[in-house]
């Protein structure tokens, strides 16, 4: 496993607890390029009461507003869980590189789970795509929220 | 066809119009409920420098404000152009209830042209769709915009 791989999805899991301490799901993503980090960023749907506010999409609008442009050629994209519809789209509009993620997302992941939309031939643009990396870990963070979450509410 | 449809329709290419002027691809959004109208907008991705400000996306953004709820429900969507991959992923994430779109898009659109995700029963929410509203008015503006494009470059 590539060493900047783990480095940068720690980084990425550290903004998912951020997530969780504000009762968000706890999902996060960071962009990257020529190994520095442009934005960072966690889901925060609940707070801003939508669901466009995944933290790929907030990682996308922060990076293409520090790079003054909507592609984001060369850009990776580290995110703790597998991307949905939405945010595969958002990856393939936006010029990204490669997509990094950790855990898998049986239920509306659109990279292999669901979909296969990087990979997809008919599309302008397609995306590497490297899973798995911290898996356990992002699996983890998540399955404790939506534990304590039920526990919670009875 | 359904009248209300149709006199939607015509708004959302009213905002399309917008678009053009601003030397913008000429795509127009409205939201609907209750027949009341609840946000109108249009692509600005190039002003945004976001790929992300596509006109669904926008529409949805100020809708989920203005309703203080990611929740969309009972919502209609009318959009001149075939929603892509990240907006068909927003539209089924924000629970919207029908699509109305005016012309098709071959190459990108992600309710009948290259994926159905709108009728995919493994996902957690379907969306009603009505197809062709004011197909030709939509699918000319288009057709003018890039031939114009296509002539001021040369």
Redesign the interface.
Same mark, same amino acid.
């Given at each position: 496993m590539n060493y900047n791989h783990i480095k940068f999805m720690k980084l990425a899991l550290e903004e998912a607890k951020k997530a969780k301490e504000c009762d968000e799901v706890p999902i996060g993503a960071i962009i990257v390029k020529n190994n520095e980090i442009i934005s960072l960023s966690f889901n925060t749907?609940?707070k801003d *009461?939508?669901?466009?506010m995944h933290a790929e999409?907030k990682a996308?609008?922060e990076a293409? *507003?520090k790079l003054?442009?909507?592609r984001l050629e060369g850009c990776s994209l580290y995110v703790t869980l597998e991307p949905?519809?939405?945010?595969?789209? %958002?990856i393939? @509009?936006?010029r990204i590189k490669r997509l990094v993620y950790g855990a898998k997302d049986l *239920? &509306?992941g %659109?990279v292999n789970s @669901?979909?296969n &939309?990087l990979n997809?031939k008919?599309?302008?643009h397609n995306v590497e795509v490297v899973q798995g990396v911290m898996e356990l870990e992002s699996s983890l963070l998540l399955k404790d929220f939506f534990k304590d979450k039920r526990k919670r509410n009875g």
């Amino acid at each position: 496993m590539n060493y900047n791989h783990i480095k940068f999805m720690k980084l990425a899991l550290e903004e998912a607890k951020k997530a969780k301490e504000c009762d968000e799901v706890p999902i996060g993503a960071i962009i990257v390029k020529n190994n520095e980090i442009i934005s960072l960023s966690f889901n925060t749907v609940e707070k801003d *009461k939508s669901i466009i506010m995944h933290a790929e999409i907030k990682a996308i609008l922060e990076a293409q *507003k520090k790079l003054d442009s909507w592609r984001l050629e060369g850009c990776s994209l580290y995110v703790t869980l597998e991307p949905c519809l939405m945010c595969c789209g %958002a990856i393939v @509009l936006s010029r990204i590189k490669r997509l990094v993620y950790g855990a898998k997302d049986l *239920k &509306t992941g %659109a990279v292999n789970s @669901l979909y296969n &939309t990087l990979n997809d031939k008919r599309l302008n643009h397609n995306v590497e795509v490297v899973q798995g990396v911290m898996e356990l870990e992002s699996s983890l963070l998540l399955k404790d929220f939506f534990k304590d979450k039920r526990k919670r509410n009875g």
